[in-house]
């Protein structure tokens, strides 16, 4: 039997049925690696017609179970059952992923005869469309949605050239029509959620402060590499991830006065702050990358809404907090990786590791040579 690496077995147990109790005992031994590492009496237990054989193990990688009954009664062998725990110590890769899932189409068209016409199609339901309108001066714009089994009517305010129109329950191709007046155009997103086979969502806990925080050990643990990739609704101004970089302090992206801004607190290079002007779409795709290069050093990218907004040189590990109260969580693909044998030496350390190891052998030099004077 192998054991993923990253858990422990513990103990397993081999399940029998019986049409009725009789004496049962048995005897195991457990190899691994060509050797006896265990054996004894194992444990009987009784749950209805089902007979449980227990056996300890506390054993890592791969091991080999043989198993002496002694019946008094026939038994039917159903299976077995192995429970294992996560060892902490030796996880090297952890991955999260939502249950929900976005699937996005852009379009693209210029008002020849109003109305406009797009057409969208994707598995999934509507959440809705961002739409920029160009050449357009008015602070609403009405239009119409439709669908299969029918369509609504909508008018919405206009804000920095940006609308919304809300989904519903809407799914499969539908075609949106904007009354633009001619040459005036637009760029348009539709958003579509799937429902995915999620892993380790429960590592996402919302707390009273509205944020989503990353339980341990996704959060509370430092990572060599990592990526984010996240779908959420701007609701307000804030924080919209918190990490660190083990040095206690932290870093953010947020938005402030119609701009989102990135802030670290870096261990090795200091403070760095840069911000830019943030479109005022509804929804909004956060992704971040900590990657090793192959000279050892691991530079942080940032992209936002398909931007690359910020890249920077680290040369340390990561630590993630949570997603603030300034976004709504829509959808989030995330993993981790952690090398226990890898350590980066940043250059100026590695400089001045050099500069003192000359000095030291100066100073032992220059104390060898005025003994061996003095002793002349």
Known sequence: MVIPPNYRAEWLDFVFTTNGSCNASARYTVYQYGEIVREGSAKIKWLGKNLYVNVPLELYDHFTIRLFPNFSCEMMPEGYRLYAT?????????????????????????TRTPPLELVFNASGKLLGID???????????????????????????????????????????????????????TIAVAYYLNEEEQ????????????????????????????????????????????????????????????????????LYYGKKKECFTFSQRRIHRLKLYLMRIPNGERILEIWIDGENVFEEKINSPIGFGYFGDAISLISLDASVHKNPDYYVVPPDNRKANIAIGISILALMLSVILWIHEKRK
């Not at 996560?86 to 210029?110: F, M, N, P």
């Open 86 to 110: 996560l060892d902490i110590k030796r996880l090297t890769d952890l991955t999260i992923k939502t249950e929900k899932a976005v699937e996005y189409q852009e379009e693209g068209r210029i």
């Open 131 to 185: 739409a920029r309108l160009y050449k357009y001066r008015g602070s609403e714009v009405s239009g119409t949605l439709r669908w299969k089994d029918g369509s609504k009517n909508f008018t919405v305010s206009v804000k920095d050239g940006w609308i919304w129109i809300s989904g519903g329950n809407v799914s499969g191709e539908v075609t949106l029509y904007l009354n633009l007046p001619p040459n005036a155009s």
């Open 199 to 266: 892993i380790n969502e429960d590592l996402l806990i919302k707390d009273w402060k509205n944020r989503t925080q990353f339980d341990f050990p996704f959060g509370g643990r430092l990572w060599d590499t990592a990526y984010i990739d996240a779908w959420f609704e701007l609701m307000n101004e804030g924080d919209m991830l918190v990490f660190d970089f083990g040095n206690g302090k932290a870093s953010r992206v947020f938005v402030k006065d119609n701009k989102a801004c990135i802030e670290l607190y870096t």
